[in-house]
């Protein structure tokens, strides 16, 4: 019996050195691999200090364009071609009596339709389509810098309708001629915003900045000013109507640390 004691406390005894034994090598394995992650994401090898910087800047349109559309019904096409020609002298001499010159003004090819009268019977049965004539549509696009006439005369074309001229007014688009050095500069802003972010995160954290590792720029927005109408999209978006606009643009920077 006692000797049956014995064996027993030296089992328990192997089975607790067995225990310490594992438990230091598991301790062991955790302090390695929390050190070596630790030290990959000092050196940069993995992570990292990611910030994305924005920028964004007001704007005014400095080139409109305006189209309108006018129309000729005549029962023969040299008819209607004849009341469409005297219709765009009109339109030139009331443009150029605006201020807007030739050399900003386009007119488009003519379009031709056939005209078609619906016929029916004395039982008000339909019996078919008899030929009326030609109608002819033309379009004149106005392309300039002077924002303020052209914009002025888009709103107020009451004059030349009452000439006798069939004229539809479209709303005018606003553009900015030099767009590509706008976006130079907001995309220069937008990096040093996240660079600067990278930098506060640095310091918080008590590294050092190091190599830059990636760097994606994202797309432009151009909306109207003040307005919440215009929607972000993934493709960019670029408003035409409004002539007070703001552009705005991000910067992602990946950056490395010591």
Do not use: H
């Amino acid at each position: 019996m006692e000797n049956d004691n014995k064996t027993t406390g030296i089992v328990r005894s192997i089975v607790i050195l067995v225990s310490v034994f594992a438990l230091a090598a598991a301790a062991i394995v955790c302090t390695f691999i929390l050190t070596r992650g630790f030290v990959e994401a000092k050196s940069g090898n993995r992570g990292g200090l990611s910030a994305t910087g924005s920028a964004s800047l007001d704007f005014e349109a400095d080139l409109i364009v305006w189209r309108g559309t006018y129309s000729a019904y005549a029962e023969t096409t040299g008819d209607a071609y004849a009341i469409l020609n005297r219709d765009a002298d009109k339109i030139r001499r009331y443009l150029d009596n605006k201020g807007i010159g030739s050399d900003d003004i386009v007119f488009s090819a003519i379009e031709i339709n056939r005209r078609y009268n619906s016929n029916y019977n004395e039982e008000g049965n339909y019996v078919g389509d008899s030929f009326a004539g030609y109608e002819l549509y033309q379009t004149v696009t106005v392309s300039s810098e002077d924002v303020d006439t052209v914009e002025s005369v888009s709103r107020n074309i009451t004059e030349l309708i009452e000439s006798g001229v069939e004229f539809t007014s479209n709303s005018p688009e606003y553009y900015y001629k030099d767009l590509d050095s706008l976006k130079l500069e907001l995309v220069e802003a937008a990096t040093e915003n996240a660079k600067q972010r990278i930098d506060l995160m640095a310091q918080g954290s008590g590294c050092e900045v190091g190599k830059l590792i990636s760097s994606n720029l994202g797309v432009f927005q151009i909306t109207a000013r003040n307005s919440s109408d215009d929607e972000y999209s993934a493709g960019g978006t670029y408003n035409t109507s409004s002539r007070q606009k703001t552009a705005t643009i991000t910067v992602k920077l990946n950056y490395a640390v010591k």
